[in-house]
């Protein structure tokens, strides 16, 4: 499956932005979607995950309350809606493909080319 993010920019610290992630190739509704960041001179990090129906879902502890995963499989792709934006969001957010309930990204087998969101403070 080929992975496409988009929607990355500059925001005010308080504000919100919605990434997406447009899938193609393979059949998307059978993947678990995941989001990762990277920071500058920091390790990649699991953001969010959500299963193939779009039930259930799973946050890292800093964006929960924050940060909402969400998917629509007749339009094959995912999105991360992300409110009360903190300086210390700023990074590179991927997009992932797993066929596997997971948080660690070494178990995801597809990947996006990320997604640049810059919070001003």
């Known amino acids: 499956v080929q992975l496409q993010a988009s929607g990355g920019g500059l925001v005010q610290a308080g504000g919100s932005l919605r990434i997406s992630c447009a899938a193609s190739?393979?059949?998307?509704?059978?993947?678990?979607m995941g989001w990762f960041r990277q920071a500058p001179g920091k390790e990649r990090e699991f953001v969010a995950t959500i299963n193939p129906s779009g039930t259930s879902t799973v946050y890292r502890d800093s964006v929960k309350g924050r940060f909402t995963i969400s998917r629509d499989n007749a339009k094959n792709t995912v999105y991360l809606q992300m409110n009360s934006l903190k300086s210390e969001d700023t990074a590179v957010y991927y997009c992932?493909?797993?066929?596997?309930?997971?948080?660690?990204?070494?178990?995801?087998?597809?990947w996006g080319q990320g997604t640049l969101v810059t919070v001003s403070s």
């Open positions: 992932a493909a797993t066929t596997i309930w997971t948080q660690s990204p070494r178990l995801y087998n597809y």
């Open positions: 190739g393979h059949t998307f509704s059978i993947y678990m």
